[in-house]
């Protein structure tokens, strides 16, 4: 147990459509990243917030964007779905996003999204 | 994209048996982690090793890292059919800020032991 949950487990959309993924980030953790996990694939970083704040971003485009809250959750939103955003969703919360060299990353148990 | 390859793809051993597990990147990096994954879900972090660290053991876990060739080796000894999933190396590099700390991981290596 790495004390990181995620809501839901399983998702189904259809092309267009909108979905908000969550997170709940260990107590203490101000940062945290989403990462996308195509199948057969390893995942793939999307963004990191610290403190609220975007941290960084990967190869992703606007329509991925999220929100962290300061009781330690956190939110991936995407907008108008494509077939290929199907994958598995992983958020991981660590103590620091900077200043500490190595800072191990917990993830949760991941959100399966299917785009239809 | 990916930073790390690693080698094998598939790996399949008997109980008992030692695995071992071949990762290899492209830039230079602050440390190198390794994660498990089972069944799709949610990645269990093992073992970090340091960019100025060569060897780390942790339990059954041995990990080497060669930053001259950019490759890691993960080692497993006397594997269990518990061992059985993926396994990831995840590089990370800070950017100049000191900030946007971040994994890049690989393709990883699916073990299956055989009991």
């Known amino acids: 147990e790495t004390g990181v949950t995620q809501s839901p487990t399983h998702l189904i959309k259809t092309r267009g459509q909108q979905v908000t993924l969550r997170c709940s980030s260990q107590s203490g953790h101000n940062t945290v990243s989403w990462y996308q996990q195509a199948l057969g694939q390893g995942p793939q970083f999307i963004f990191q917030?610290?403190?609220?704040?975007?941290?960084g971003r990967g190869n992703f485009p606007p329509r991925f964007s999220g929100l962290q809250f300061p009781n330690y959750s956190s939110e991936l939103n995407v907008n108008a779905l494509e077939l290929d955003d199907s994958a598995l969703y992983l958020c991981a919360s660590s103590l620091e996003g900077w200043g500490l060299a190595g800072d191990t990353q917990y993830f949760g148990p991941g959100t399966r999204l299917t785009v239809l | 994209s990916q930073q790390g390859e690693e080698d094998p793809q598939a790996l399949s051993i008997q109980e008992g048996e030692n695995a071992t597990m071949n990762c290899s990147y492209k830039?230079?990096?602050?440390?190198l982690q390794w994660y498990r994954q089972n069944s799709g879900r949610g990645l269990v972090h093992l073992i970090l090793?340091?960019?100025?660290?060569r060897e780390k053991h942790s339990g059954r876990l041995r990990v080497t890292l060669d930053t001259s060739k950019k490759s890691s080796s993960l080692l497993i000894t006397a594997s269990r059919a518990a061992d059985t999933a993926s396994y990831f190396c995840a590089t990370d590099r800070r950017n100049s800020g000191g900030s946007n700390y971040k994994l890049t991981f690989g393709k990883g290596t699916l073990l299956t032991v055989n009991p």
């Open positions: 090793i340091r960019s100025n660290e």
């Open positions: 830039t230079s990096i602050n440390n």
């Open positions: 917030y610290y403190r609220e704040e975007e941290n």
